[in-house]
């Protein structure tokens, strides 16, 4: 199991502390208590501290990074060694037959269920074998096994508790950056989608004002002048000329009324989809086309998606029959009297298209009704007219 890291102290660095301590003591209880210790004795037992220490605090650094069983088996192995080896010159003076004590949490901390606890059988008949070497006497190992026993089972507790807290901690630790990160990204992702969606609108605007406003002005200039250069031979030429001049001139304003109609920002919550659906078709009057504006069923409160999308999908409606049908009567249906859905359709006696691909209006149109899982069917053909339904949930 590979050791994580995080802020503050770890369970890992509080048992390198604690390892070192409890060989620390049981060093002093074993030289307290010894009376004839030969310098032979106290040469080994230094050195195999040393070596204890430093496997224990380095060794199981090296083995918490890997995730090779067998480096960590060996690591136990010599651990187990030299600590049984200790017990045994030591002569379990003291505390020192504990000093077997702090591999126990090692074991839970680095090995899974099945070798912690064949580890910590090996370290129980180490602790047998050690005390039974030197005294040869049983009455002598059952006198300290119990309280060795219960140490064992208590470390191996806390110690698998305390490591099962320190990695569900580092996992919500991860799991917030992780979530954090993604809400950043999320952000920026809006972010990006706002300023696309609002340089496509201004495109599509700049769009409409060159094709549409910026031909009929063209028109209209060629119109007055071709009217002022025949006014004196011609009069009843230039009049017609003038007159087709200010009916170009009047649809040249409902497309900048229509322009600033997709400009201004409406207040939902104060104008109704209905209201402004009228107000639409107000601004997009003309003699020479009529508008059929009807509502079935009772109007509902909507969602501000379904609502704008409803709305963008008329007004695409009323610029293609304007600029494109030479329709003379546009039909519009708004129905609420299915539950939970909601009907629009739109169509026109104008003259039709064989090509259904669309320009920027329709492909936006299709894009808005599918973000909010509607569906919208378009038919047209050659002299026949043009419709759409729309199909929205609501």
Request: charged share 15%; hydrophobic share 45%; proline share 2%.
């Amino acid at each position: 199991m590979k050791k994580s890291s995080i802020s503050g102290f770890s369970i890992t660095s509080g048992t390198d502390l604690a390892f070192a301590i409890v060989v620390l003591l049981s060093y002093f209880a074993t030289f307290s208590n010894t009376t004839h210790t030969s310098l032979f004795l106290v040469t080994v037992l230094v050195c195999l501290g040393i070596a204890y220490i430093t496997l224990g605090i380095y060794g199981f650094a090296f083995i918490q990074q890997s995730q090779n069983l067998s480096v960590k088996l060996i690591y136990f192995l010599l651990q187990i060694v030299i600590g049984g080896l200790i017990v045994y010159f030591g002569k379990g003076v003291g505390i020192n037959a504990f000093i077997l004590l702090p591999l126990v949490a090692h074991t839970a901390m680095a090995l899974d269920q099945e070798w912690m606890l064949i580890t910590n059988a090996g370290i129980f008949i180490t602790y047998v074998i050690s005390i039974m070497s030197f005294s040869n006497d049983w009455a002598i190992v059952w006198k300290g096994l119990p309280i060795f026993f219960a140490g064992q089972v208590f470390i191996l507790i806390f110690t698998e508790m305390a490591y099962t807290e320190q990695k569900a901690r580092i996992k919500v630790e991860k799991m917030a950056a992780e979530l954090s990160d993604a809400n950043h990204h999320l952000s920026e992702y809006a972010a990006q989608v706002k300023d696309l969606t609002i340089s496509q609108e201004r495109n599509r605007l700049a769009r409409e004002i060159h094709d549409g406003l910026g031909h009929s002005l063209t028109t209209i200039n060629m119109q007055i002048k071709a009217a002022l250069a025949i006014m004196q031979n011609n009069p009843e030429q230039a009049t017609h000329l003038l007159e087709t001049a200010q009916q170009l001139s009047s649809d040249a304003l409902s497309d900048v009324r229509n322009s600033v109609s997709s400009l201004r920002e409406d207040n939902l919550n104060d104008i109704s989809l209905v209201e402004r659906i009228n107000h639409l078709l107000e601004a997009s009057k003309s003699q020479d086309r009529e508008i059929v504006f009807t509502v079935n069923g009772s109007p509902r409160v909507i969602t501000p998606q379904v609502d704008v999308s409803l709305f963008r999908v008329v007004q695409e409606a009323i610029n293609n029959a304007i600029k494109h049908s030479n329709s003379s009567l546009v039909k519009i249906n708004l129905s609420f009297e299915e539950k939970d859905q909601i009907k629009l359709e739109v169509e026109d006696n104008g003259q039709g298209t064989d090509s259904l691909e669309g320009g920027f209006g329709l492909i936006g149109m299709k894009e808005r009704i599918r973000l909010i899982n509607g569906a919208v069917e378009i038919n047209s053909s050659k002299g026949q007219g043009f419709s759409i339904k729309v199909t929205v949930p609501g």
